[in-house]
């Protein structure tokens, strides 16, 4: 490939201005022949033709279709999908599947949830800083006759 002199960019550029369907990208391909470099701007025009007739208008990459996404499975139509293998939890809320159990956002039910700074142990909302059954975290027991403070058992 070489690079060409001032008279031979000011005729392709001519050639560019007198055929506005030639894409940036036949510009770029340059030969040694000038008879080649006419060719392959007419073999680029008509590969170029189903995306952009002008090189005022958009992009090629604008001018391609995006792909469909698939359709998601949700829950409430499909409610199986919640006891598959993967999936957050066997319950449905919202069309999203849940774990009850231990969801801030749905504690023990749909749409129930926990304060700030409660956490869902058994689906039930539990302060873990100072929930004995619950300290520091869901089924965390401090030992009898103990106490839980800031999440720690006995704390001093």
Do not use: W
């Amino acid at each position: 490939m070489t690079i060409p002199n001032k008279d031979q960019a000011l005729q392709l550029l001519d050639i560019v201005h007198e055929d506005e369907q030639v894409q940036p990208s036949s510009v770029a391909v340059f030969g040694d022949d000038e008879d080649d470099d006419q060719e392959e701007a007419k073999a680029d025009d008509d590969d170029s033709s189903e995306y952009s007739s002008s090189l005022h208008d958009h992009s090629r990459f604008l001018a391609q279709k995006k792909p469909k996404r698939p359709r998601r499975l949700t829950c409430n139509k499909f409610p199986r999908i919640c006891g598959a293998k993967g999936s957050p939890g066997p319950h449905c809320c919202k069309k999203r599947c849940v774990n009850v159990l231990i969801d801030r956002n749905n504690c023990g039910m749909c749409g129930k949830k926990c304060k700030y700074n409660q956490i869902c142990c058994g689906g039930k909302c539990v302060n873990p800083s100072f929930n004995k059954k619950h300290c520091g975290g869901c089924n965390n027991r401090c030992e009898s006759g103990g106490f839980c403070a800031f999440g720690l058992c006995n704390y001093a």
